[in-house]
C-alpha cells in the first residue's frame, strides 16, 4: 500500500477519534448518570472511538509504532477544529502555534 493511502487511514482513525470525544463531551451536557442524553451520546461517541482505535491497529501492522503514535497527535488538529465549529470553543494563539507544531512534527515524520 503507498504511503498516501496509510496518511489517509491515519487521518481517517484519527478523524473518527476526535468525533468520538466531541460525543463524550456531549454525553456529558446534562451531567453523568444513567439518562438517555448520557447513554445515547456515550454509546455514539464510543462507536466513533473504537472505530478508530481497530483503523490504529490495524495500521500498526504495517507501520513502526515510532510513526504511527506521534501521528496520533493529528486527532487534536480535528478535535481543535470540531470544537471550534461544534462546541463555540475560542481558538487562541497558543492553540494555532501548538497546532502548527503538530502540523511540521507530522510532515517531519512522513518525509
Known amino acids: 500500500m503507498a504511503i498516501i493511502s496509510w496518511i489517509g487511514l491515519i487521518l481517517v482513525f484519527t478523524l473518527l477519534g476526535s468525533i468520538g470525544a466531541y460525543f463524550f463531551k456531549r454525553a456529558t451536557s446534562q451531567g453523568i448518570g444513567l439518562h438517555r442524553t448520557f447513554i445515547m451520546n456515550l454509546s455514539i461517541g464510543a462507536g466513533f472511538y473504537g472505530f478508530g482505535a481497530l483503523l490504529n491497529i490495524y495500521v500498526l ?3 513502526p509504532l515510532t510513526v504511527v503514535f506521534p501521528l496520533t497527535s493529528i486527532t487534536y488538529l480535528w478535535t ?3 470544537s471550534y465549529l461544534f462546541l ?3 481558538i487562541t494563539g497558543r492553540k ?3 497546532a502548527i507544531f503538530i ?3 507530522a510532515w517531519l515524520l512522513v518525509l
Do not use: R
Request: aromatic share 14%; proline share 0%.
Open 88 to 90: 463555540k470553543e475560542a
Open 61 to 63: 501492522q504495517f507501520l
Open 96 to 98: 494555532l502555534v501548538g
Open 103 to 105: 502540523l511540521v512534527g
Open 80 to 82: 481543535f477544529i470540531i
